[in-house]
């Protein structure tokens, strides 16, 4: 039996720009699927092999509550493939409060183990760098190499 697969061709995306609840939110129209983008969102990378030798990140890694976005298996020992991705909703020093911020896998609590509270200054201070401002939100992607 000969099966020959049709070529598959661009289709001509339809695009409308506008308001969302955040921010400006561009919808992208094609193959029968839409997608909105909503533009101002930063990657920052990082390298930081140290965090995948830090007691309370590998508990967070290996969490199996609400545990993070990775490729890594629970339970196994850290790899270079055992990438994190975050994200950051901002963070903050203040005299009064000290260190506070916000995203996907902070605070650490006994009940729902986070990324340490000196690693999660870490990463803001390397967004700061990035991107201009630690309260600035991004996704972080946090390798092992």
Not at 20 to 36: K, L, P
Not at 44 to 57: E, K, L, M, T, W
Not at 89 to 100: I, V
Request: hydrophobic share 35%; no cysteine; glycine share 10%.
């Amino acid at each position: 039996m000969n099966h020959q697969q049709q070529a598959f061709e661009r289709e001509q995306p339809t695009i409308k720009r506008g308001q969302g609840v955040m921010r400006d939110v561009t919808t992208v129209s094609a193959y029968g699927h839409e997608v909105d983008l909503t533009r101002g969102h930063t990657l920052v990378r990082i390298n930081a092999p140290s965090f995948f030798q830090d007691a309370g990140f590998l508990r967070w890694l290996n969490s199996d509550k609400d545990g993070p976005a990775t490729w890594h298996k629970r339970g196994d020992e850290a790899e270079e493939y055992s990438d994190v991705f975050i994200h950051y909703g901002g963070g903050d020093w203040n005299a009064e409060r000290g260190f506070t911020a916000e995203g996907s896998d902070y605070p650490n609590t006994e009940e729902r183990p986070g990324i340490p509270e000196s690693i999660y200054a870490l990463i803001a201070e390397a967004v700061a760098e990035a991107t201009g401002s630690m309260e600035n939100e991004a996704l972080v992607w946090i390798s092992n190499l």
